[in-house]
C-alpha cells in the first residue's frame, strides 16, 4: 500500500494559481470522526473515509464541517494502490440553505391561518357583545316599565316570568360563547407563538455556517483508497481529578487518576478513539525573543519660547504646560505599548501534534461519546497503589484542627497535572485540595482531611507592650497549645507556628521561653514541634513572641 500526504501551506504558496477545474465532478463523501487527540486547549479530530475508485481525477469533498476548525491545520493524508496522488486541497465557508426552506413555508403558512382564526374569532366576539348590550338594554327598558305599571296591576305573573327567562337565557348564552372564544383565543395565541419560534430556529440555522475540504485527487490505476482529515478545533479541552483512597491500615492509598473531558465543536464525538495529551501548544513552540531593554534620564523638552507680546496668560500657560506633559505621558505611552507589541509577537503558536518528546500522551483504552454540549465527562486514566506514612500535622494559629499528611515519591512514569484532588478515609469522603504540578520521581504531600481523635486547641494567655532596656519599645505575646491523643495507639504530632519576619535590621523578633525547644526553625518564620503522644495522653506547650524596635519609631503588621 502507498501512503501519500497533501500539507495546506503547500497550497497556501499555490492557491493563486490553483484551480480544481470545471470538468470535474464534485463527489460528496460522508465521513465520521474515528480518533480524536485531546490538549488541555484545543483538539485535533481525525476523520475517515474508503473508496472505492476507477481511474480518473476526481474532487473530494469533505462537507458539514465545524466552522470552529483551524484552517492552517487541516492535513489530509491517505493511503491506497499504486499512481494514486493528491493534487490539490481547497477550504471552503458553506451557508447551506438547509431543507428548512420547506418546513418555514409549511410553518408561515400554518400561522396564517391560526390568524385568520383569530380574526374569526374576534368577530364572532363582537357579535356576542352586541347581543350582550341588546339583552341589557331590554333587561333596563322592562325594569323602568314595571316599575310604573306595578301600580295598576300589571304585568301579570306569567309575563314577568316570560321577561325575565327571555332575558337571563340570552345574557346567559352571549357569556358561555364568549367564555368559550376566550378559551379558544388563548390556545390559538400560544400555538402561534410557538409557531413563530419554530420558524426562528428554522431562518437561524438555515444560515448556520460550516466548512467544506475539497481534495483533488489523481487515480491512476484505480482501486480502494482511504483518505484521513485532521484539523485542529478549539473549544475542547481536558483537566486531570484525582480521588486518593486512604486504606483502613492507614499504610497505601488508593490513587485514581481521572480525565474529565469536556467539548463544544459543534458536533458530537460518537465513538472515537480518545487520546489525551499533556502538551499545551499555547504555550508556543519557540520561547518568546527578548527585545534591548533600554534605560535613560528623563530629559525635559526646552521651554517654548513664546514672543512677550503673545505671552499666554498664567492660567493658559498652566494648561499648555499641562498639555506639553500629557503629551510626553502618551508618547511614553506609546512607546511602552508599542514595545509589549514587540514582545507579544515575538510568541508562536505551533501545535505538537503526534510528538511525545516533551509530554505524555494518555491513550484510553475503549472508544468513547462525548457530545458537543459542554459537560464535563470523566473516564479513568490509571489506578496506582502508593505507600503511604501518615503523619499528623497542626497549624493551630490557622485552624483548629488536626490534619492527616503523607509525604510520598510520585513512582508513575508520568506527571501528575495540577487538578482537584478529592480524598476518602475507607468510604468516607473527607475533603479536597488542589494538588499542584509533580514531576514523575518528584516528591509531594498527600492530605486525607482531618482526624477528630487527635485535638488541638491554641489559647492567647497575654500581650504586652512597654518600654524595654536601651531605649526599645516592646511588644511580646504568649501563648498556651493544648494536645490530646483520643487514639487507642502512640502518634507523632508535628505542631507549626510562625514567627513575624522583620523587615528591618533594627526590628528583632525572638522566640520567647519556650516550654519544650522548637525541632525545626525556618527562615520563613515557620517553627515546628513534633510531639510523641501515646494513647489517651495530653499535653500542654507555651511559648511567647517577642518584637522589639526602636522606641521612637512605629511598626506595622503586629
Known amino acids: 500500500m502507498e501512503k501519500f500526504k497533501y500539507f495546506l501551506p503547500l497550497l497556501l504558496l499555490v492557491a493563486p494559481v490553483l484551480s480544481f477545474g470545471t470538468e470535474l465532478k464534485r463527489l460528496p463523501v460522508s465521513s465520521r470522526i474515528t ?48 499512481g494514486m496522488t493528491i493534487a490539490g ?67 301579570t305573573a306569567a309575563e314577568l316570568h316570560e321577561a325575565a327567562g327571555f332575558v337571563g337565557v340570552g345574557v346567559t348564552s352571549t357569556e358561555e360563547q364568549t367564555f368559550a372564544i376566550d378559551t379558544e383565543l388563548k390556545s390559538i395565541k400560544e ?46 479541552g481536558w483537566a486531570p481529578s484525582y480521588d486518593i483512597r486512604l486504606a483502613a491500615d492507614t499504610k497505601t492509598a488508593e490513587l485514581t487518576f481521572r480525565a474529565m473531558v ?24 519557540a520561547p518568546p525573543e527578548m527585545v534591548p531593554w533600554r534605560i535613560s534620564f528623563i530629559r525635559p523638552h526646552p521651554p517654548i519660547e513664546v514672543p512677550r507680546a503673545y505671552a499666554p496668560a498664567p492660567a493658559r500657560m498652566s494648561k499648555l504646560m499641562r498639555a506639553n506633559g500629557d503629551s510626553l505621558k502618551q508618547r511614553e505611552t506609546a512607546h511602552s505599548e508599542v514595545a509589549m507589541a514587540e514582545e507579544a509577537s515575538a510568541a508562536f503558536e505551533t501545535a505538537e501534534i503526534g510528538t511525545e518528546q516533551s509530554s505524555v500522551s494518555f491513550h484510553l483504552p475503549r472508544p468513547l461519546d462525548i457530545p458537543s454540549d459542554g459537560t464535563q465527562h470523566g473516564s479513568i486514566v490509571a489506578v496506582d497503589q502508593l505507600p503511604v506514612n501518615i503523619e499528623f500535622l497542626a497549624i493551630p494559629k490557622l485552624s ?70 536601651f531605649g526599645k519599645n516592646r511588644v511580646s505575646y504568649r501563648y498556651r497549645v493544648e494536645l490530646a491523643n483520643l487514639r487507642k495507639a502512640p502518634v507523632t504530632l508535628t505542631l507549626r507556628d510562625q514567627l513575624p519576619l522583620a523587615g528591618d535590621e533594627e526590628i528583632q523578633v525572638s522566640l520567647d521561653e519556650p516550654s519544650v525547644k522548637p525541632d ?26 517577642l518584637v522589639e524596635y526602636p522606641k521612637e519609631r512605629l511598626i506595622d503588621g503586629l
Do not use: C
Open 35 to 82: 480518533a480524536v487527540t485531546v490538549y488541555p486547549d484545543r483538539a485535533v479530530t481525525t476523520r475517515s473515509v474508503s473508496l472505492n475508485l476507477k481511474p480518473g481525477s476526481y474532487l473530494i469533498a469533505f462537507d458539514a464541517l465545524p466552522a470552529l476548525i483551524q484552517d492552517d491545520s487541516v492535513r489530509v493524508e491517505g493511503k491506497g494502490g499504486g
Open 262 to 285: 469536556r467539548q463544544q465543536t459543534g458536533e458530537d464525538w460518537n465513538n472515537v478513539d480518545l487520546t489525551l495529551s499533556t502538551a499545551r501548544p499555547a504555550t508556543g513552540g
Open 400 to 469: 483548629p484542627y488536626v490534619f492527616l499528611k503523607s509525604e510520598i515519591v510520585n513512582q508513575a512514569a508520568y506527571m501528575l497535572l495540577p487538578g482537584k484532588v478529592n480524598t476518602f478515609s475507607g468510604n468516607n469522603y473527607t475533603g479536597s485540595f488542589e494538588l499542584k504540578k509533580v514531576a514523575a520521581g518528584e516528591k509531594f504531600e498527600l492530605f486525607f482531611g482531618t482526624d477528630d481523635q487527635v485535638t488541638v486547641k491554641r489559647e492567647e494567655l497575654k500581650q504586652h507592650k512597654g518600654a524595654g532596656l
Open 89 to 155: 486541497m481547497e477550504i471552503k465557508r458553506l451557508f447551506p440553505e438547509q431543507s428548512g426552506e420547506k418546513r418555514i413555508k409549511e410553518l408561515d403558512a400554518e400561522i396564517n391561518g391560526q390568524v385568520q382564526r383569530v380574526g374569526a374569532l374576534d368577530a364572532r366576539k363582537a357579535g356576542l357583545l352586541s347581543q350582550k348590550a341588546f339583552f341589557e338594554s331590554i333587561r333596563v327598558a322592562w325594569g323602568e316599565r314595571i316599575s310604573r305599571e306595578l301600580a295598576i296591576g300589571r304585568p
Open 191 to 236: 400555538k402561534i407563538d410557538s409557531l413563530r419560534r419554530q420558524r426562528d430556529e428554522s431562518t437561524g440555522s438555515r444560515r448556520k455556517e460550516t466548512k467544506s475540504v475539497e481534495v483533488l485527487l489523481n487515480v491512476a490505476d484505480g482501486g480502494n483508497v482511504t483518505l484521513n482529515l485532521t484539523a485542529v478545533t478549539p473549544r475542547a
Open 520 to 545: 525545626e526553625s525556618g527562615s520563613d518564620g515557620r517553627i515546628t514541634w513534633k510531639t510523641l503522644l501515646n494513647a489517651g495522653e495530653k499535653k500542654e506547650l507555651s511559648y511567647g513572641i
